[in-house]
Nanobody, 123 residues
Framework: VQLQASGGGLVQAGGSLKLSCVAS????????MGWFRQAPGNEREFVAA????????SDADSMKGRFTISRDSAMTTVYLEMTNLRPEDTAVYYC?????????????????WGQGTQVTVSS
């Protein structure tokens, strides 16, 4: 499956963005899609994951209560809604997909990756 992420951009602190990730093929019911981010000089960081059974958000205090993951009914598109953005949210955001219903937080668990979309939050 190929993934296409979009929706990134430049936003002022306190603003919002909604990222989208479209899968090129209809995914099976046992499919999980996730969002990760990577800032310059930092390791890739889990943001959220979702499948037909539910969703999982990062436990990081820096993201709690501000990010929401959702999906369409066909599991071909997932969204990451980000509110009250902060400069430290600046990163390339990647969507990823894996077979199986484990909403894994490790990037190595995901077999397919999109190209990433840049989110820049200015202070």
């Amino acid at each position: 499956v190929q993934l296409q992420a979009s929706g990134g951009g430049l936003v002022q602190a306190g603003g919002s963005l909604k990222l989208s990730c479209v899968a090129s093929t209809r995914t099976s019911s046992a499919f999980t899609m996730g969002w990760f981010r990577q800032a310059p000089g930092n390791e890739r960081e889990f943001v959220a994951a979702i499948n037909r059974g539910g969703s999982r958000m990062s436990d990081a205090d820096s993201m709690k209560g501000r990010f929401t993951i959702s999906r369409d009914s066909a599991m071909t598109t997932v969204y990451l809604e980000m509110t009250n953005l902060r400069p430290e949210d600046t990163a390339v955001y990647y969507c990823a997909a894996k077979i199986g219903l484990s909403r894994a937080t490790l990037g190595s668990s995901y077999a397919a990756w999109g190209q990433g979309t840049q989110v820049t939050v200015s202070s």
